[in-house]
């Protein structure tokens, strides 16, 4: 038997085991990852999902493109299009890159290559994701600021490094399109239909990571060489981003650590973007980016913190989870949980009665 099917087997009985003998733990990390969904992923992405989409399929992109097509080619070897890919990705959440870059792709817009290249750097939190998990720590906006301006300065730095190198790649990327700028009910409910899809998707996704990083925890080897709070918060936010919002940042020295964790997105983020991805173009490129870019968002977080920041005196606060859940937000987002399910099966419904006429 090869050695990894043994590991493979050997994980999976460790599972199932699990399962048996910690159900608290594990209920309470699925209402952590709950509690995260509901609170900030659901509430960043939703809207912007939705208006990335929409945005692709009315061609307005397409239409507004010619007017960044020179300085884009220039600067980043980008045709007009896909540079507003590029701001989109930055601004609006982690997996709205991916998406729209692998519909170029199967659209036979961009080649593999160009889509590999282009995944590296069209990713990022988005403000609304970050100011939500850095809105209990101790700097709060000023934090979030740093996070944004460092992210995105690292991703502007790479983007150019990436044109340097890929010269020859990136030449033949011009975008046409005939088709006129439209949008109409059908694309809507389509659009949000999508979205509703990849963000329980997402929500899934983080959820289970959440379990993994409370069954690691609890292992003894865990308490014996680690059994420190932030640390401990630095390898859940490694394996799931949206864990930050449980960190308690009471120093400013912690925020070109978690700056270099929102750059990188963690292994929940980057198992997402595999999953929309899929099969059609590898994202090794895209990974080895991102760990380059956790580290140059850490550098200029330093940097950045030594400017802004004037009191640099850590604030003496007991280590533990320090957001707290508003009740209206809950109540409005379980509403938009819901309201997103009920639009899924009535557009399922809708399609297939469709296809039946």
């Known amino acids: 038997m090869k050695k990894n099917n043994v590991i493979k087997i050997f994980l999976i009985l460790y599972l199932i085991y699990k399962a048996f003998t910690a159900t608290s733990l594990i209920n309470n990390a699925v209402s952590e990852g709950i509690a995260r969904c509901i609170n900030i992923v659901i509430p960043s992405l939703f809207f912007m999902m939705v208006v990335s989409d929409i945005l692709i399929k009315s061609s307005l992109l397409c239409k507004i493109s010619s007017l960044f097509n020179k300085i884009s080619k220039?600067?980043?070897?980008?045709?007009?299009?896909?540079?507003?890919?590029?701001?989109?990705?930055?601004?609006?959440g982690y997996p709205i890159g991916a998406r729209l870059l692998t519909d170029y792709y199967e659209n036979n817009k961009i080649s593999k290559i160009q889509a590999e290249i282009y995944l590296c750097v069209c990713y990022g939190a988005g403000p609304a994701f970050i100011f939500g998990i850095l809105s209990a720590s101790f700097y709060k906006d000023a934090a979030a600021n740093i996070v944004i301006i460092s992210t995105v300065s690292a991703n502007i730095i790479l983007a150019v490094i990436m044109r340097i190198i890929y010269s020859s790649e990136l030449k033949n990327n011009e975008l046409r399109s005939k088709r006129i700028f439209n949008i109409n009910i059908s694309d809507f409910s389509e659009s949000v239909s999508k979205v509703s899809r990849s963000l329980l998707s997402l929500c899934s996704m983080i959820i289970i990571f959440s379990v993994f990083s409370a069954l690691i925890k609890s292992e003894r080897i865990y308490k014996n060489f680690i059994n420190n709070e932030f640390i401990g918060g630095i390898i859940s936010s490694i394996l799931d981003i949206s864990a930050i919002a449980q960190l308690n940042i009471y120093s400013y020295t912690f925020l070109p650590i978690i700056s270099g964790l929102i750059s990188f997105g963690g292994i929940c983020v980057i198992m997402q973007i595999y999953t929309i991805v899929g099969q059609k173009f590898s994202i090794k490129k895209f990974v080895i980016t991102r760990i380059i870019a956790g580290i140059l968002s850490n550098v200029i977080a330093t940097i950045l913190c030594r400017i802004i920041i004037t009191d640099k005196t850590a604030v003496s606060v007991s280590a533990g989870v320090n957001y707290e859940i508003s009740n209206n937000t809950t109540f409005s987002s379980i509403m938009l949980v819901f309201m997103m399910f009920i639009t899924f099966v009535g557009y399922s419904n809708s399609s297939k009665n469709n296809r039946k006429i």
């Not at 220039?74 to 609006?92: A, D, K, Q, R, T």
Request: charged content about 5%; glycine content about 10%.
């Open 74 to 92: 220039f600067i980043f070897g980008m045709n007009g299009e896909i540079f507003l890919v590029y701001i989109m990705s930055m601004f609006m």
